[in-house]
T-cell receptor, first 111, second 115 residues
């Protein structure tokens, strides 16, 4: 059974810092991995989608990597800003068609 | 333009009542989903429909009945509401059924509180 873990559960950094959010999974037989952002009282916004054959994806200040052999993905945020404060969720898609989510990392970027 | 919209956003109701949450997507997607986010923030899939047909039915009490009148709509009806049904329910859609390379788009959630 696939399990997805995100560490840390919460993170607070000063503005301008580069930071890394971690996502680990137990079964490497994944189809793709997505990183989402969730703002309080809002839905989820997809940030990056990495196919199982890819190793990374980049969008602006965000870079997501995928290492299936070690069961890990990271989301790198460069030059963090207060507007980046949110909960970040990783989710795996397996061949069952289900998206399995981690519990999320709540990020606070202090001005 | 809201891509995935769900109503109501907030719903407070008594135990035993029956309630519905409606969802519509204007993205032209074939596939729609219902997810539940519990108090610990875990998101779990409940149902998935592709072109009005049920393709994923996770272990969900049969008090929950999804209905898809067309591929742009997926409603969730809940009978005999229980305290444990209190959660945030998210509707979502994607171009094709997972697994695929398509991004999933989520609605803003419906906060259900059963008292």
């Amino acid at each position: 059974k696939q399990e997805v873990t995100q560490i840390p559960a919460a993170l607070s950094v000063p503005e301008g810092e580069n930071l890394v959010l971690n996502c680990s999974f137990t079964d490497s037989a994944i189809y793709n991995l997505q990183w989402f952002r969730q703002d309080p009282g809002k839905g989820l916004t997809s940030l990056l989608l990495i196919q199982s054959s890819q190793r990374e994806q980049t969008s602006g200040r965000l870079n997501a990597s995928l290492d299936k052999s070690s069961g890990r993905s990271t989301l790198y945020i460069a030059a963090s800003q207060p507007g980046d404060s949110a909960t970040y969720l990783c989710a795996l898609s397996s061949n069952t068609g289900k998206l399995i989510f981690g519990q999320g990392t709540t990020l606070q970027v202090k001005p | 333009d809201t891509a995935v919209s769900q109503t109501p956003k907030y719903l407070v109701t008594q135990m035993g009542n029956d309630k519905s949450i409606k969802c519509e997507q204007n993205l032209g997607h074939d596939t729609m989903y219902w997810y539940k986010q519990d108090s610990k923030k875990f998101l779990k899939i409940m149902f998935s429909y592709n072109n009005k047909e049920l393709i994923i039915n996770e272990t969900v009490p049969n008090r929950f009945s999804p209905k898809s009148p067309d591929k742009a709509h997926l409603n969730l009806h809940i009978n005999s509401l229980e305290l444990g049904d209190s959660a945030v329910y998210f509707c979502a859609s994607s171009l094709h059924p997972a697994p695929n390379g398509n991004t999933i788009y989520f609605g803003e959630g419906s906060w259900l509180t059963v008292v």
